[in-house]
Every structure is written in structure tokens, then in C-alpha cells.
């Protein structure tokens, strides 16, 4: 049942486009106009309806962010496994890892898409997978540890079953919740990124009405309609915590 909430916003966010009353470009009124029937939430800087700015904003993010989450969480449980087996090889990953985890995502991002602006989306997705991995793949490395000390997983190699068999039928398998619970952390991390990516105005192609433009761009005016910052503020946070309410609902 804790999913079920979880659920409605994502839903709701992912078909706004669908369920906004005006378009994003359409000017309704005064800027920041307050709240009125013909806009629920008021109006921005420009005269849209916030509202529907609101309900079109969502989508781009969450499907970056499943994306950078998806990636990582499946990249940083293989290679988790991959240094419980072979601690050897193991060590030799960590200390690349330590490398990249020492690097502030934040300076990485702009690095990478100012040196490269024309890698857009590309290059935050980039730059979101490869400084997601090192942290998430300490994290899985921890509990397979133990897995590949096991009985059974000593009995599968001393067989001669394939690493990938012993990678994927015996030891993924035994670690599920934690990849529920890192695939929703991983969510909530690729919304920060992907949202810090728009707010600093680098290259993202996520659009106008994305939610992190929106409390950009409408900052100056949250005096006269508080709504045109809250609301898009609100709705970062909510879709962040209820994914991860559904990773939750899941592993139960």
C-alpha cells in the first residue's frame, strides 16, 4: 500500500503534458498574477499559467533521473560482485573509484558540459552514471562480500559454473532489496543532478517548463505569487520521496 501514493504522482507527472489546461508558451495574464480560476497557481514571469507549467515540467526529469538510476544501480551491482570474487581485481577497482569519488559531481558536471556543450543531455547522463557508480559499487561490494564466502556460491565456481552464473543466478538474486533501496537513492541522486544541471543553465534540452527552470527563472517574483516557486519546488521533492516510498512498498 505505501506504493500506491508513490504511484499517483508519477503517474500524474508523467502524463501533466497531457492533463495541462493551456500550453507551456501560452500567455494568460499578468506576471506572477496571483492565483484566479483561470490559473489554479498563478501566473510566472511571463505570464503563464503556473499550473501548467507545473504539469509539463515533470516528465523530462524523471525519466533522466530512472534512467542515471537504472544504469547505475545494474552497473554497480555487477561490479560489486565482481570485487567480492576476485578481491585482487577488486582492489585495483576501489582505488579508481576512490579517484572519482574525491571529485565534487557538482564541478564534474560543469566541466564536463562547458567543455563539451554540445553533448547536452548526453553529458550530464554521463556525468550522472559515471559519478554514481564508485559510491553505489563500495555500497554492493559490502554485501556480496559475504555472499561469495558462502557454501553455495564456492560450490557453483569449484563446479566450473560461468562468472556470469554465478553473478547473476546465485548472487544478484540474494542482494534484491538492496537493489530496490539503492535503485531508489539512486533516483532521488540522478534528480539532483539532472535538476542542478538546469539550474545552473547548462545544456540540458529538458525545456522551458522544466521544474528546476521554473524555480530559477521565477525566483524574483516568489513575493507577488509564491506558487510559481513553491509549487515546482514541492513537486522535486515529492516525486524524489515517493520513489523512494516506492522502493520501500516493494521490498515488502
Known amino acids: 500500500m505505501r506504493a500506491v501514493p508513490a504511484l499517483i504522482v508519477v503517474v500524474i507527472a508523467c502524463l501533466g503534458p497531457w492533463l495541462a489546461p493551456h500550453g507551456v508558451d501560452d500567455s494568460i495574464g499578468n506576471p506572477f498574477a496571483p492565483p484566479s480560476s483561470a490559473a489554479w497557481l498563478g501566473t510566472d514571469r511571463l505570464g503563464h499559467d503556473v499550473f501548467s507549467q507545473l504539469l509539463n515540467g515533470g516528465w523530462g526529469l524523471i525519466a533522466l533521473a530512472a534512467f542515471i538510476a537504472g544504469v547505475v544501480t545494474g552497473a554497480s551491482s555487477v561490479l560489486g560482485a565482481v570485487v567480492a570474487l576476485w578481491p585482487r581485481l577488486g582492489a585495483v577497482i576501489e582505488r579508481c573509484a576512490d579517484l572519482l569519488i574525491l571529485l565534487p559531481v557538482v564541478l564534474a558536471l560543469l566541466m564536463v558540459v562547458m567543455s563539451w556543450p554540445q553533448w547536452g543531455t548526453a553529458g550530464v547522463v554521463i556525468v550522472g552514471i559515471v559519478f554514481g557508480i564508485p559510491y553505489c559499487a563500495r555500497v554492493f561490494a559490502a554485501a556480496a562480500t559475504p555472499i561469495a564466502a558462502s557454501g553455495y556460491i564456492e560450490a557453483a565456481r569449484l563446479g566450473g559454473e560461468s ?3 554465478v553473478i547473476f543466478r546465485e548472487m544478484l538474486p540474494n542482494m534484491r532489496e538492496l537493489l530496490l533501496t539503492q535503485l531508489g537513492l539512486r533516483f532521488v541522486a540522478g534528480m539532483y543532478i539532472v535538476a542542478t544541471a538546469a539550474f545552473l543553465r547548462l545544456p540540458t534540452g529538458l525545456g522551458a517548463a522544466n ?20 509549487a515546482p519546488s514541492a513537486a522535486i521533492g515529492i516525486v524524489a520521496v515517493s520513489v523512494n516510498l516506492l522502493a520501500g512498498g516493494r521490498r515488502e
Open 211 to 230: 521544474w528546476a527552470i521554473m524555480v530559477r527563472d521565477n525566483a524574483s517574483g516568489i513575493l507577488l505569487d509564491p506558487w510559481a516557486v513553491l
Open 163 to 165: 562468472a556470469g552464473y
